[in-house]
């Protein structure tokens, strides 16, 4: 083994003198190492899509809501309960929903305002944490304050500690007459910043004060569950919702952002497929390379048979010689790979600085910017992949070097 390495690392550095053998050989290193750092980059693009899913997403929205058909839910405190004695969830908060209308000076946008309690928010969600300015401490009921979402705030020129109205419809009672909408003035204590499309529409007000607003008693829209195994929402709430003393519906996140989920899983093994085609048709290009190498090489290879080389000791020489090209390829695009991938997210805020508009819109995906993170599993596969197909590419030609004449090769010269 050790003879086969040092002939193949001296059949390399005298490949220098043939000048169509060098270029092949670099074109194919180089086109290793770019599949494998594209590869390499694009999965960590995709760990930064699921990170920040679960991070960013689950971590703020419910994993799943409970709610009466018909009319608001009463006796929530029992549900609560109830719920809280599952083992299988970790949260039960009570909240109100509804749609209006904010304005400010002469613009208009539709909101979902959501009414939550604060104290009970800050212990089991990680929203808090999305609003600018650590504002999430002074928020409180009975002081007509609201809290906007960034994209709303950006749409509308609201600021923090601006003024604005709430629209409110009123009911008609079965009457075909028009009424005024109930206008409410609220200060804006904080902007929630999730840097996606999750803020474009929303706006927060306390618990105590959405009931106010739609006179609703005591009563609430429905009661927010968190579990504790996210990925497995639908089941545990739906089970949870059957053990209830009380007719309810529910839904889970998987309802309306599970897709997104889907979308990375999918996108993830489309990648899988189409870099490893991309890294195995590098990887043949050593084909190539070692059938130049055999063809450039047969005097040597004619003397080291008349020398006593055997077929083995041949074919194990140039299956060095393209393991050590795939190995030269590999650790490149290793490399390149993950320095781009570490900064990938910096790279594109300098990419969009120069374009002068965002890659990734806002208003269509649940973030606004490349997230990254790398998994030095994939990195692994990717590289012992890519060294597998080298080793496949190399077989061919290492078998054709041993059918070398040496008697014929050796009268030519």
């Known amino acids: 083994m050790n003879l086969s390495l040092i002939t193949a690392i001296k059949f390399r550095k005298g490949r220098r003198k043939s000048g169509m053998l060098s270029l092949i050989s670099i074109i194919s290193t180089m086109s290793i190492a770019i599949g494998i750092a594209a590869l390499i980059i694009g999965l960590s693009a995709m760990n930064g899509f699921e990170r920040e899913l679960h991070n960013r997403v689950l971590s703020v929205v419910p994993h799943g809501q409970l709610y009466p058909q018909y009319g608001n839910l009463e006796q929530w405190r029992q549900v609560q309960k ?104 609220l200060h804006v204590i904080g902007i929630l910043d999730l840097s996606g499309s999750l803020s474009n529409n929303v706006a927060l007000v306390p618990l105590a004060d959405a009931q106010k607003l739609l006179d609703m008693g005591d009563s609430v829209t429905g009661v927010m569950v968190n579990v504790d195994k996210v990925f497995d929402a639908s089941r545990i709430i739906a089970q949870a919702t059957l053990g209830l003393n009380m007719n309810l519906s529910f839904n889970s996140w998987e309802n309306a952002y599970g897709f997104m989920y889907r979308d990375i899983q999918m996108i993830r093994q489309i990648m899988y497929l189409a870099m490893i085609v991309v890294i195995g048709v590098a990887c043949f290009n050593i084909v190539s390379t070692l059938v130049i190498a055999v063809k450039d090489k047969q005097r040597d290879i004619a003397i080291l048979k008349t020398l006593g080389a055997t077929n083995g000791l041949i074919k194990h020489i140039f299956i060095w010689y393209g393991i050590i090209s795939g190995l030269i390829g590999s650790l490149m695009g290793v490399i390149l790979g993950v320095v781009i991938a570490w900064q990938l997210s910096n790279i594109m805020k300098v990419v969009e600085s120069l374009m002068g508009h965002k890659i990734l819109n806002s208003h269509i995906y649940f973030v606004d910017f490349l997230p990254s993170e790398i998994h030095f599993t994939d990195v692994a596969i990717v590289f012992v992949t890519a060294m597998l197909l080298s080793l496949v590419a190399s077989y061919y030609p290492a078998k054709r070097a041993c059918k070398v004449d040496p008697a014929r090769i050796l009268n030519s010269f």
């Open 82 to 185: 109830e719920l809280k004695e599952n083992k299988d969830i970790v949260s039960a908060v009570p909240f109100v929903n509804f749609t209006g209308l904010i304005e400010n000076g002469s613009k208009l946008g539709a909101v979902e305002v959501q009414g939550i309690d604060p104290e009970q928010e800050s212990q089991t969600s990680a929203l808090p944490k999305f609003v600018l300015n650590n504002k999430w401490q002074e928020f409180k009921s009975d002081s007509q304050q609201v809290i906007i979402g960034a994209g709303l705030a950006k749409t509308l020129s609201i600021k923090e500690g601006s003024w604005v109205s709430l629209l409110l419809p009123v009911s008609t009672n079965g009457s075909t007459q028009l009424k005024q909408p109930k206008r409410v003035r």
